[in-house]
Structure formats: C-alpha cells, structure tokens
C-alpha cells in the first residue's frame, strides 16, 4: 500500500544546532503537509508544498518539496528549545486519504 | 471559535464493551477525519468524511463506524471494544472549496482510550 516514510525516527540536538527531517513517499504525491505535535499535545499544522521543487520558509524552519513530488524535507535553523516536538509529514497521493509519516522526535539540550 | 471539540478526553473500556467517541468543529468545514495514535507512533486514518451524509475508510477501518449526520459533528463508534483498540485518538477538519484548496487540518485535543 501507500506509504509515507520518516526519518530519523529521534534526533537529540545541542541547543543551537540544526536538525533536518526527511520524508519519502512511495508513490507520487498531490501535496505534502507538514505538522508539529508538543509532548501531550495535538498537531498543529505547519505548511503545505504542492508544487514541484517548492521552497517555503518560515523563521528558521525551511520546507522542501521534491522535484518528483515524492520526497520533503524539513530543516530547523540553530534549533531552540522551544522546537521541543515531534515533526510529522503528510502525503495526499491523489485521493482523499492523508498518510501521516511516524514523525521525528526532537529533543534540544540547552 | 472553539475549533475542533472531542469528548470523553479519558476513557477506560473493558473488552467487549461499546462506546461513542464525539467530534464536533465550529468552522463550517466540509472535510473531517478521525485518526488514532498509537505510542510513540505516527497517525493513521481511520474514517473520512468529505460532506454531511458521506463517509469513507481510510487506512485502519475495522472495529469502528462512522456516520455523520451534520456538518459539525462526525462521532466515531467502537462496537466491540479490544485491547489492540487501545490509543488516543484524533478527530480532525479541513475546509477544500470547490475551487480547491489548502487541506490544512485542525484537531481536536484528543481521546485517550484504554481497553482492558
């Protein structure tokens, strides 16, 4: 079936260090949404790519949409505490039916 | 606008049993979702709905039914409750005109369910 996969699956970063996560779709993708979920909390969206090699930035994050359209990339800028979470992506691949990817954890030291 | 509402926030089911899980969104949208997580796990569909009256399986829909009635609300049911059933689960919304659109979803805070 459709899968979207995720990695790394954790990642520990010190307080000022950049953290990418990377996401891979098995088929080709309409769009990719990213969320952010805090311990103990809900996702909370972030961004949606849709087109072909598309960049979005916001702040310190950047967002990248393959030119298949079947990989994303999100990158985190000298990480802060406050990016505490778990990232995931999710891939439409045509229908209505979003597949999550099993996210990456982020710890940040301080 | 309160967004997306879900009740029971806790719940504790013993095997067999049956219970309602309740979603309702204030933000007249069309679309709604209901997910569940399992620890440390991503998310995975389960029903969708894109209208009053239309609902559809998404990737894990056994064990559970779904209806939905009216825009705002979409409750998930659990027949025949099983320790594998035990997660927390999200409801979620989306607006996509006709027009087309973003499929930003919001969620709800969540039901964590445990089945012993």
């Known amino acids: 079936g459709q899968q979207v996969m995720q990695i790394p699956q954790y990642q520990h970063v010190q307080e000022g260090e950049d953290f990418t996560t990377y996401c891979n779709s098995s088929?080709?993708?309409?769009?990719i949404q990213w969320y952010k979920q805090r311990p103990g909390g809900h996702p909370v969206f972030l961004i949606q790519?849709?087109?072909?090699?598309e960049v979005k930035k916001q702040k310190r994050l950047t967002f990248q949409f393959g030119e298949a359209k079947k990989n994303s990339s999100l990158h985190i800028t000298a990480t802060q505490t406050t990016d505490v979470g778990t990232y995931f992506c999710?891939?439409?691949?045509?229908?209505?039916?979003?597949?999550f990817g099993a996210g990456t954890r982020l710890t940040v030291k301080p | 606008n309160a967004g997306v509402t879900q009740t029971p926030k806790f719940r504790i089911l013993k095997i067999g049993q049956s219970m309602t899980l309740q979603c309702t969104q204030d933000?007249?949208?069309?679309?709604m979702y209901w997910y569940r997580q399992d620890p440390g796990m991503g998310l995975k569909l389960i029903y969708y709905?894109?209208?009053?009256?239309?609902?559809d399986k998404g990737e894990v829909p056994n064990g559970y039914n779904v209806s939905r009635s009216t825009t705002e609300d979409f409750p998930l049911r659990l027949e025949l409750a099983a320790p594998s059933q035990t997660s927390v689960y999200f409801c979620?919304?989306?607006?996509?005109?006709?027009?087309?659109?973003?499929?930003?979803?919001?969620f709800g805070p969540g039901t964590r369910l445990t089945v012993t």
């Open positions: 999710a891939g439409l691949p045509g229908n209505n039916d979003m597949r």
């Open positions: 790519l849709v087109k072909s090699g």
């Open positions: 933000m007249n949208h069309n679309y």
């Open positions: 088929t080709t993708l309409s769009n």
């Open positions: 979620a919304s989306s607006y996509l005109g006709l027009a087309g659109g973003s499929y930003e979803q919001y």
């Open positions: 709905s894109v209208g009053a009256g239309i609902t």
